[in-house]
């Protein structure tokens, strides 16, 4: 009889924890790879058994796919409007966050990006030059901006090859396939890149600002762990990750 109320508890127990256990996919801006894989370490191991996927892609492409009813419960953009859009949709279950500012730099593993500026890029010594797909990928966007700002769009769109999203991007030029990028700064921060090449900021004035977010979508409104997740983005840990990647958080000054 013991033996029976022993196997009784123990599969209540189970049972309960895997009641308890939850799971979210997350659709990420690839200019968050390095930065978000970190924060969900950090928060997994302070949430136990809590399943939490990430899938990096393009900001507009996530946004077209949520409204085609990706089984997403939270999205974070590199562009803000975005998520916003989706709110407007009513395909959102929480208000839009901002979580940060982006940067975008010139950076190279063949070249000194660091004695580099846009003017350079005219240079035909330089034949491929990689940007990410400005059609729906917020760096690639304002990387447009910033090339035609300087003057320099007209010079160097012979040369540019178009990334799917902006870590595609850094691939392309990590790899050779160009010899130059304009990549997101939180990429560049990466450690493997760190070692393989270095950078020039674009200076924020000749672009718009990258002001990213996130929502809940509908899909999770009934989901405390995108609850929680959501809520661990504002904590001092994950705020700290994301400012070591060089992004600029809410209510920061932006550093030149």
């Known amino acids: 009889m013991n033996l029976i109320k ?16 939850g799971k979210i996919t ?15 370490a950090t928060f997994k191991k302070a949430n136990a058994g809590e399943d939490v996927e990430v899938i990096y892609g393009s900001s507009g492409k996530f946004h077209t796919q949520i409204q085609e009813g990706a089984p997403y419960d939270l999205f974070f953009s590199a562009d803000i409007g975005f998520p916003r859009e989706l709110a407007k949709k009513g395909l959102a279950a929480s208000g839009v966050k901002p979580y940060a500012f982006g940067r975008i730099v010139l950076w190279s593993a063949t070249l000194d990006a660091t004695r580099m500026n846009l003017n350079d890029l005219a240079d035909p010594k330089i034949a491929r030059i990689a940007i990410a797909n400005p059609k729906h990928a917020p760096y690639g966007k304002r990387a447009e901006e910033a090339l035609r700002a300087a003057g320099m769009w007209d010079k160097v769109e012979p040369k540019l090859v178009y990334g799917e999203n902006i870590a595609a991007t850094a691939q392309y030029v990590q790899t050779g396939n160009a010899q130059v990028g304009l990549i997101a700064l939180s990429l560049a921060l990466n450690p493997e890149l760190v070692s393989k090449g270095g950078y020039w900021l674009i200076p924020d004035s ?29 904590s001092k840990p994950a705020r700290a990750v994301m400012t070591r990647y060089g992004f600029v958080l809410p209510g920061e000054s932006v550093k030149k």
């Open 6 to 21: 022993s196997l009784l508890l123990a599969c209540f127990l189970l049972s309960t924890g895997a009641a308890h256990a």
């Open 26 to 40: 997350v659709a990420a801006a690839a200019d968050l790879k390095f930065a978000m894989d970190e924060i969900v």
């Open 206 to 234: 000749l672009h718009e600002p990258l002001e990213q977010g996130f929502i809940i979508t509908k899909r999770a409104e009934n989901n405390s762990l995108a609850k929680r997740f959501a809520d661990y983005i504002s």
